[in-house]
């Protein structure tokens, strides 16, 4: 019996090492705001933010995440994704970092170290928007194309406007039982299930890129544009 008691604690204390280790470091939810003919369309994403193994403290390291590009349904068939990437061409790797950026351009700027002390809301603007996407036929990833984020009507038609984009931190929660409420927000997945080529052969998710004209497999990857894990 005192083996098993030992055996059990040390198991515990494994278990708290761990989930200490690969807790996030921050997160932060990404809400994008549509102006439609039929009205205002909003969606938003949670994000985690994660130091990989080489961080150390104050000297800082690289960067992971999880998270799914954000999906928007404007109805009509019409619709537009805003994928883990930045620039008019998808090449910049920039989702790791936009809550430090985002809260630097409202006037708070802080560390990579301190951006967990954070909290509020600022809004996402300019060259921080990430890259947005839209299908004319969700069922084809050859149907990709890059929206001008500033004159999204042009692909739509009058109405049509990217209103604003927030990003709000969020507290890291009691991971890994971050299932919702106080225990913490989980962050978003599902983006799968919006395009139905997600899971058939030949890498739709490059297909899909290179359609829209975008660079992110030479950076990025392509299926790290749509979801990160």
Known sequence: ????????????????????????????????????????????????????????????????MKG????????????IIAILAHGKDGSEDRIGTLAREAFATAGR???????????????????????LVTFTDLNEPTTAKVLDIGDIDTSFGKGYRLQSVSLEMLPV????????????????????????????????????LRAAGLRTGSTIGPELAFSRN
Do not use: C
């Open 173 to 208: 929660g009691l991971w890994p039982f971050d299932f919702g409420g106080p225990l913490g927000e989980p962050v978003t997945r599902g983006i799968e299930g919006k395009l139905p080529w997600w899971n058939k052969p030949g890498r739709p998710n490059a297909v899909a």
């Open 68 to 79: 799914d590009a954000v999906f928007l349904d404007l109805g009509e068939g019409k619709n």
């Open 1 to 64: 019996m005192r083996l098993l008691r030992v055996a059990a604690v040390a198991a515990f204390l494994l278990f708290i090492a761990w989930a200490t280790i690969a807790r996030p470091d921050h997160k932060y939810r990404l809400t994008f705001n549509v102006a439609t003919p039929h009205g205002m369309v909003s969606a938003s994403n949670v994000m985690a933010v994660y130091l990989d193994d080489f961080s150390i403290g104050p000297i800082g390291g690289g960067i992971g």
């Open 109 to 131: 700027k802080v560390q990579f170290k301190d951006v967990k002390q954070l909290t509020g809301k600022v809004p996402v603007q300019g060259n921080l928007i990430p890259t």
